[in-house]
């Protein structure tokens, strides 16, 4: 299946600033790749589908505005988190899809002080 | 809205013990249904796959059943070692959205030696 990595895998930021997380599939030309939250001890929760050259597809009750999805190549896509808040706080995992199945990165510990 | 419901949602075993996790989903139009392990603080492994036309998948120690009419799977581990501690997740894909992933709620598996 695809390797993806993300960088970076933890990260801790103050109140207010902005964190950039990216995702890439190291050994497939992804046009889809998907970003997940997970909470603590809570399954994986699907924020936004990424598509390559365009926008990203967000799910029901996640701000587009505060993460911002970019999706440049077929090997990156990123998210932004925005104006970051304690709440934002989680567990961010992305992954790639083969047209067959979903192959997930190692995820990143976002942790706003 | 698809719903994916796994359970125990903890379970602890002596090591050597077969053991049997259950998921199961409400709406039987699935494309797909995938089971994959992570360990704490870890991205997902995917350990089996099985296509809404197949019935079951095996890989090593692993068996991944699917009644797809019932809404249900079941993924048999023989033999558990201590290794196998993790969670479980099983996640199905909807019929004609091939890519869009629903996770269940996990079962934490820990096997004592």
């Known amino acids: 299946g695809a390797v993806v990595s993300q960088h970076p895998s933890w990260v801790i930021c103050k109140s207010g600033t902005s964190v950039k997380i990216e995702c890439r599939s190291l050994d497939f030309q992804a046009t889809t790749m998907f970003w997940y939250r997970q909470f603590p001890k809570q399954s994986l929760m699907l924020m936004a589908t990424?598509?390559?050259?365009?926008?990203?597809?967000?799910e029901q009750g996640v701000e587009k505005d505060k993460f911002l999805i970019n999706h440049a190549s077929l090997t990156l896509s990123t998210l932004t988190v925005t104006s970051a808040h304690p709440e934002d706080s989680s567990f961010y995992i992305c992954s790639v899809f083969d047209l067959l199945a979903q192959y997930f990165g190692p995820g990143t510990r976002l942790t706003v002080l | 809205k698809q719903e994916v419901t796994q359970i125990p949602a903890a379970l602890s075993v002596p090591e050597g013990e077969n053991l049997v996790l259950n998921c199961s989903f409400t709406d039987s139009a699935i494309y797909n249904l995938q089971w994959f392990r992570q360990d704490p603080g870890k991205g997902l492994t995917s350990l089996l796959l099985i296509q809404s036309s197949q019935r079951e998948q095996t890989s090593g120690r692993l068996n991944a059943s699917l009644d797809k009419s019932s809404g249900r799977s079941t993924l048999y581990i023989a033999a558990s070692q201590p290794g196998d501690s993790a969670t479980y997740l099983c996640a199905v894909t909807k019929a004609g959205t091939a890519s869009k992933l629903t996770f269940g709620t996990g079962t934490r598996l820990q096997v004592t030696l």
């Open positions: 990424s598509n390559e050259g365009s926008k990203a597809t967000y």
